[in-house]
Nanobody
């Protein structure tokens, strides 16, 4: 059974930083794409960042230059470093995994999902 477990969320002031972690178990994602999505209250889940099997990355325009996605294959873990946080970054952040090598910003192309971790940015 594949599990993705997020951690690292919390409450932070605007301008602050957080690092989210996503630990995978049940299969190896070292050669598969993984992503981060988020969902704010009353809004649809949206793409944040993705990393492919080659290590290539792609970001939503709203987080480009502030967030960094990375992975440690030996730990089967993906990270999201979030800097210069804004109140509009407040959301539940979800980790997701694909069965394919290439990145995707479409949530429909991800098979595996974590339960989410809350990030709250105060002004």
């Amino acid at each position: 059974q594949v599990q993705l477990v997020e951690s690292g969320g919390g409450l932070v002031q605007a301008g602050g930083s957080l690092r989210l972690s996503c630990a995978a178990s049940g299969r190896t994602f070292s050669s598969a794409a993984m992503g981060w999505f988020r969902q704010a209250p009353g809004k649809e889940r949206e793409f944040v960042a993705t990393i492919g099997g080659s290590g290539s990355t792609y970001y939503a325009d709203s987080v480009k230059g502030r967030f960094t996605i990375s992975r440690v294959s030996a730990k089967n873990t993906v990270y999201l470093q979030m800097n210069s946080l804004k109140p509009e970054d407040t959301a539940v952040y979800y980790c997701a995994g694909r069965s394919k090598y290439y990145t995707s910003s479409s949530l429909n192309e991800y098979t595996y999902w974590g339960q989410g971790t809350q990030v709250t940015v105060s002004s």
